[in-house]
């Protein structure tokens, strides 16, 4: 019942103020974190848990597939803020196999809205169609288009107005592509980081 959440949160506020009496009184002062986590709203992907991080040092931005929509105004405004007041040093981009968008873009079937917003991933799809008829695993298929679609949203960041701005100005900024692992809750790097106006210019080139 939805009252329980209200139990559960004074139990876990008294819990946390016993390991650590400090604990809010920290939190309430100024958030000033290193890292923005661009992932996916899979309630099975808790950001700062799988980091090892607390609440204000991970400014987090979820969506469904992990997507660094250029067209969406919500995702644009947290990312503009980060950069811009927030000064982070990272922007991560944490993308999960098995996800259920992936999935969704993948079977060719409508499911509505959710569509409009799978364009991206329905693109890479289309776009590497023949490299994914040859995966005859169907789950294979799924995962590897988390990777697919992770990388994209790398490149597609690193050609962000706000990202190339950073740059210009000198601000030390990279974005990493990650992939996180359900069955043993690990992250993995793809090794697609761009960190710099030139490894854009490759990364754009390839």
Request: proline share 4%; with cysteine; glycine share 8%.
């Given at each position: 019942m939805i009252e329980d959440l209200f139990e559960n949160n004074i139990r876990w506020a008294a819990a946390r103020a016993r390991v650590d009496p400090e604990y809010f009184r920290r939190l309430a002062a100024q958030q000033s974190p290193d890292y923005l986590w661009v992932g996916c709203s899979d309630s099975r992907v808790p950001a700062n848990e799988i980091v090892g991080l607390d609440p204000g040092e991970l400014f987090v931005h979820r969506n469904v597939a992990n997507l660094a929509a250029p067209q969406d105004a919500n995702f644009l405004s947290v990312l503009q803020f980060a950069l811009e007041v927030l000064k982070v040093r990272h922007v991560i981009v944490c993308g999960h196999y098995g996800?259920?968008?992936?999935?969704?873009?993948?079977?060719?079937?409508?499911?509505?809205?959710?569509?409009?917003?799978?364009?991206?991933?329905?693109?890479?799809?289309?776009?590497?169609?023949?490299?994914?008829?040859?995966?005859?695993?169907?789950?294979?298929?799924?995962n590897d288009v988390c990777e697919r679609n992770v990388r994209e949203q790398v490149a597609g960041l690193a050609g962000n107005p706000f990202v190339q701005e950073a740059w210009r100005r000198g601000q030390r900024l990279s974005i990493p592509g990650w992939i996180y692992a359900i069955e043993d809750g690990l992250l993995r790097d793809l090794e697609t980081t761009i960190d710099g106006p030139r490894a854009a210019r490759r990364s754009a080139a390839r």
């Amino acid at each position: 019942m939805i009252e329980d959440l209200f139990e559960n949160n004074i139990r876990w506020a008294a819990a946390r103020a016993r390991v650590d009496p400090e604990y809010f009184r920290r939190l309430a002062a100024q958030q000033s974190p290193d890292y923005l986590w661009v992932g996916c709203s899979d309630s099975r992907v808790p950001a700062n848990e799988i980091v090892g991080l607390d609440p204000g040092e991970l400014f987090v931005h979820r969506n469904v597939a992990n997507l660094a929509a250029p067209q969406d105004a919500n995702f644009l405004s947290v990312l503009q803020f980060a950069l811009e007041v927030l000064k982070v040093r990272h922007v991560i981009v944490c993308g999960h196999y098995g996800c259920g968008g992936v999935r969704a873009a993948l079977t060719g079937q409508r499911h509505g809205l959710i569509d409009h917003w799978l364009q991206p991933v329905h693109a890479i799809c289309r776009r590497e169609a023949e490299a994914l008829e040859a995966i005859i695993d169907f789950d294979a298929r799924v995962n590897d288009v988390c990777e697919r679609n992770v990388r994209e949203q790398v490149a597609g960041l690193a050609g962000n107005p706000f990202v190339q701005e950073a740059w210009r100005r000198g601000q030390r900024l990279s974005i990493p592509g990650w992939i996180y692992a359900i069955e043993d809750g690990l992250l993995r790097d793809l090794e697609t980081t761009i960190d710099g106006p030139r490894a854009a210019r490759r990364s754009a080139a390839r």
